[in-house]
């Protein structure tokens, strides 16, 4: 065979190497574009922690950026691997068949041969251009998604600032209710210092008359004839009686 045939057949092989290796390429920017969409969910869950934050719109402004460029991102690699039909050579049942219907003809292999050339042009022609239109697709695939990816940092700056101020506000406003509500043991004991050192007079409101009463019970008289005899015995604290012989 000629070296035009080689030149035909190694350009055929090339980009069905080609096409294999545009769709191995594939998975890095839809690794990625999975890795971004997990972001957003994450964003998207905890987006009450922003909410009334000044954070906010700044998040909403940059993480919308984001989603364009990741929409777009879609897009192309939707474009790039659907809709594209690739050519090949005909099938060795077709060829032999061929062959069998052309067996007594004295120029069969240069038709063969030419016709097998022919397909190397047409197939390698189509898939060149499948594989242009895949590449080019997947070019713009990944340039939106490492924006997409950029954006994505940046939204997380303010996301973060806000979920992180929340979480302080959310700590002092339960350490302020643990301290009003619950008495530590300190505040336990001095309470019940505090109790024990309660006066007695305190323990009396206001409105009784204590001085009244106890000024009535202190100057009740004793009647004069009552003999001094008859009074009770008063008991002192070394054993001793007195009856009152003071008074005869």
């Known amino acids: 065979m000629d070296k035009r045939f080689e030149y035909y057949k190694e350009q055929y092989y090339f980009e069905l190497n080609r096409k294999s290796q545009l769709t191995t390429s594939m998975s890095i920017p839809i690794a990625f574009m999975t890795a ?5 969910a994450y964003f998207g869950l905890n987006i009450n922690c922003l909410l009334g934050n000044w954070t906010f719109w700044i998040f909403s402004l940059i993480i919308s950026v984001a989603m364009f460029f990741i929409i777009k991102a879609s897009s192309h690699l939707y474009k790039a691997f659907t809709g594209l039909d690739y050519g090949y050579t005909p099938s060795p049942n077709k060829l032999f068949k061929y062959e069998e219907e052309h067996k007594n003809d004295p120029n069969l292999d240069d038709k063969f041969a030419y016709g ?9 022609t189509k898939n060149r251009l499948n594989n242009n239109f895949r590449a080019n697709h997947l070019y713009k695939t990944n340039v939106n998604t490492i924006k997409a990816i950029v954006f994505i940092i940046l939204a997380a700056i303010p996301f973060f600032i806000g979920k992180n101020h929340k979480d302080l506000n959310s700590l002092k406003t339960k350490s302020l209710i643990k301290n009003q509500i619950i008495m530590t043991p300190n505040d336990d004991k001095n309470w019940l210092a505090s109790e024990n050192e309660v006066e007695p007079s305190d323990l009396v409101t206001s409105d009784f008359p204590v001085d009244e009463y106890i000024t009535e019970s202190a100057e009740i008289d004793i009647p004069i004839d009552v003999p001094v005899s008859n009074l009770p015995l008063i008991e002192t604290n070394d054993n001793t009686d007195t009856t009152g012989k003071e008074g005869e």
């Open 36 to 40: 971004i969409f997990s972001a957003c």
């Open 116 to 124: 097998i050339k022919k397909s190397y042009v047409n197939t390698t």
